[in-house]
T-cell receptor
Framework: AQSVAQPEDQVNVAEGNPLTVKCTYSVSGNPYLFWYVQYPNRGLQFLLK??????LVKGSYGFEAEFNKSQTSFHLKKPSALVSDSALYFCAVRAENFNKFYFGSGTKLNVKP | NAGVTQTPKFQVLKTGQSMTLQCAQDMNHNSMYWYRQDPGMGLRLIYY???????DKGEVPNGYNVSRLNKREFSLRLESAAPSQTSVYFC???????????FGSGTRLTVV
């Protein structure tokens, strides 16, 4: 079975501080991992993905994510948060031989000025 | 602008009514998907179409039907709407391979 867990419903961080949004996964075979962001009343937008290679991947808007195979995690990070980063973040996984993605329940990121 | 277009954006239905949600993409993607988004539950896959002429059930297909009309269009039909189908519905498409999804802006459906 394939699944994604985002253990935190909400993450609060002050502007300028580093942020981490957590994601763990379970798949059969090699995972393809994605992060998406959703702003209010909008569709989901692609942030970054891990397919293979370097465990640290960089994406849009200064975000990055670290793939950790032993811990089956793919945490989203940013060195310095902005108020405009406040949004809903989704982690998604696809197994290598499947055509569909599974999404986590989402984490609401609140960045306070 | 290229992308995924969903219609309508908002809809209110009475219990038992039927309706079709429309989705079209102009990126020549092979695969198309319908998801529903509910608070605290993330996105759940309703149906998907890996390629033109094929459709498959996802996690929550009950109460829905789909049609892949052609490569561009993938519609979702509610034959007899129920309050449990109140949700935000997202259509997405994907080129294939290592690519991720491109999402539409969503349809907010309320069943009363």
């Amino acid at each position: 079975a394939q699944s994604v867990a985002q253990p935190e419903d909400q993450v609060n961080v002050a502007e300028g501080n580093p942020l981490t949004v957590k994601c763990t996964y379970s798949v059969s075979g090699n995972p393809y991992l994605f992060w998406y962001v959703q702003y209010p009343n909008r569709g989901l937008q692609f942030l970054l993905k891990y397919i293979t290679g370097d465990n640290l991947v960089k994406g849009s808007y200064g975000f990055e994510a670290e793939f950790n195979k032993s811990q089956t995690s793919f945490h989203l990070k940013k060195p310095s948060a902005l108020v405009s980063d406040s949004a809903l973040y989704f982690c998604a996984v696809r197994a290598e031989n499947f055509n569909k993605f599974y999404f986590g329940s989402g984490t609401k990121l609140n960045v306070k000025p | 602008n290229a992308g995924v277009t969903q219609t309508p954006k908002f809809q209110v239905l009475k219990t038992g009514q039927s309706m079709t949600l429309q989705c079209a993409q102009d990126m020549n993607h092979n695969s198309m998907y319908w998801y529903r988004q509910d608070p605290g539950m993330g996105l759940r896959l309703i149906y998907y179409s890996a390629s033109e002429g094929t459709t498959d059930k996802g996690e929550v297909p009950n109460g829905y039907n789909v049609s892949r009309l052609n490569k561009r269009e993938f519609s979702l039909r509610l034959e007899s709407a129920a309050p449990s189908q109140t949700s935000v519905y997202f259509c997405a498409s994907r080129e294939g391979g290592y690519y991720g999804y491109t999402f539409g802006s969503g349809t907010r459906l309320t069943v009363v």
